[in-house]
């Protein structure tokens, strides 16, 4: 059966539709969900797209964490539904607690949007075990508050546990241990900071890297 | 404010602009926000945990920043 993805819209999302496409070209079936829901639609999975909900007003992702379909979002992610936090998903994710730590203002200040290479560390999870470990990425970035904080604690918890999934080859944004996406200790919810549904199509985008993450969610094996 | 240990780019980048415009004496800036919030009816311990509420749960992010209440029974400016 296909895998039904629901993609969550709230005001000031940006990439909800390149989620859908990229969902659709990795063989699910894209779920439009919005903000104000209450359920879920019977979904089997969730992503959370990028872009300024809310403006970023309060902080990156605060006020859309607090939206009501959210009560759903954290309640199935805590049962084992997977969950992918795109940029302002990311952010989401962490301000909702799913994920530990804080997206913060990038380092030198900066919007940067460019294709960066990042490398997967973790192919355990419901978004990555598609990969191989190690395989790089090229993923576009497109932030301004990409830079990802924990304390040192959180931090040490996160290396031990194995749940950085992947990293910067080079830190564009001054992220501790260049952290670029990270997971949650069962595995199910992911927040990356790139865009990997912005890497589904040769003719418009930095390549097609991004596509094992919709092929993980969709149940495609090599 | 952002807590201490958090990496704060906007006051560092204010302070250089200070010490740019030789105010050497300013050894760091840090940023944070100012929320005002107007209330019906005078200022009880109930609704101050009710704010407290909203300043631990809402307002701030425990992760990055703290966070001080003050309340003052003006006359509504």
């Known amino acids: 059966m296909t895998t039904r993805v629901g993609v969550i819209t709230f005001p000031g999302t940006l990439d909800d539709r390149d989620a859908a496409t990229a969902i659709a070209l990795g063989g699910g079936e894209a779920v439009p969900l919005w903000h104000k829901d209450k359920d879920l639609n019977g979904v089997d999975a969730i992503v959370l797209p990028g872009g300024f909900s809310y403006g970023d007003y309060l902080r990156a992702g605060a006020l859309a964490s607090v939206s009501p379909i959210m009560d759903a979002v954290v309640d199935s992610a805590k049962e084992g539904m997977p969950v992918l936090g795109i940029c302002n998903g990311f952010q989401m994710l962490c301000e909702t607690g799913l994920l530990p730590g804080a997206l913060t203002r990038n380092e030198n200040l900066n919007f940067i949007c460019r294709p960066e290479l990042i490398t997967i560390t973790n192919t355990k999870t419901s978004w990555t075990n598609f990969f191989q470990p190690n395989t790089e990425l090229l993923i576009p970035i497109k932030n301004g508050e990409g830079c990802y904080q924990i304390s040192d604690e959180g931090l040490k918890n996160l290396e031990a546990k194995g749940l950085v999934v992947a990293r910067y080859n080079n830190n564009p944004n001054g992220s501790k241990n260049d952290i670029a996406a990270i997971c949650n200790e069962a595995g199910n919810v992911v927040g990356i900071m790139p865009h990997p549904e912005h890497a589904v199509d040769g003719l418009v985008g930095a390549g097609v890297d991004g596509l094992g993450f919709f092929w993980s969610i969709a149940g495609v094996t090599v | ?77």
């Open chain 2, 1 to 77: 404010m952002p807590k201490p240990e958090i990496l704060d780019p906007q006051g560092r980048a204010i302070q250089g602009v200070f010490n740019r415009d030789g105010h050497e004496l300013v050894l760091g800036v840090r940023q944070g926000k100012r929320f005002e919030i107007s209330v019906n009816g005078p200022i009880t311990d109930e609704l101050l945990d009710e704010i407290e509420e909203l300043a631990a749960n809402v307002l701030s992010n425990p992760i990055i920043e703290t966070y001080a209440i003050y309340a003052d029974e003006g006359d509504g400016e």
